[in-house]
C-alpha cells in the first residue's frame, strides 16, 4: 500500500500548481482517492475526491479552481490547483478512502 504526494511549493496569489499521488496498482484500481489538506491550528478537510469511474466532488472553496483527475496508465491521481488564493495554504494529503490509508503531506503556500 503506498501513496505518494509531490508537486508542492510557494506560488504567489493567482498562480497555478499541480499535486501528483502516486498510488501503488493495488489501491488505484480498486480505490476511491481524495485529496484532503490541513492549515496551521484547523482540521484537516477534504478538498476533492474522484472515483474509479471517473465521478468527482470537490469542496465548495475550490470548486470552479482546482481539477481533480486520474491517470490509469500511470496509477496517479492528480489535483490542478488554479487561482490560488492565500487561505488555500495548506499540507495536502492524498487519501485512500477504502484503506484508510494516508499518503505523506506536501506543502502548498500561497503569498499574498
Known amino acids: 500500500v503506498q501513496l505518494q504526494a509531490s508537486g508542492g511549493g510557494l506560488v504567489q496569489a493567482g498562480g497555478s500548481l499541480r499535486l501528483s499521488c502516486a498510488a501503488s496498482?493495488?489501491?488505484?484500481?480498486?480505490?476511491?482517492l481524495a485529496w484532503y489538506r490541513q492549515a496551521p491550528g484547523k482540521q484537516r478537510e477534504l478538498v476533492a475526491h474522484?472515483?474509479?469511474?471517473?465521478?468527482?466532488t470537490y469542496a465548495v472553496s475550490v470548486k470552479g479552481r482546482f481539477t481533480i483527475s486520474r491517470d490509469n496508465a500511470e496509477n496517479t491521481v492528480y489535483l490542478q490547483m488554479n487561482s490560488l488564493k492565500p487561505e488555500d495554504t495548506a499540507v495536502y494529503y492524498c487519501?485512500?478512502?477504502?484503506?484508510?490509508?494516508w499518503g505523506q503531506g506536501t506543502q502548498v503556500t500561497v503569498s499574498s
Open positions: 487519501y485512500a478512502p477504502m484503506y484508510k490509508y
Open positions: 474522484i472515483t474509479t469511474g471517473g465521478s468527482t
Open positions: 496498482r493495488s489501491i488505484f484500481s480498486i480505490s476511491t
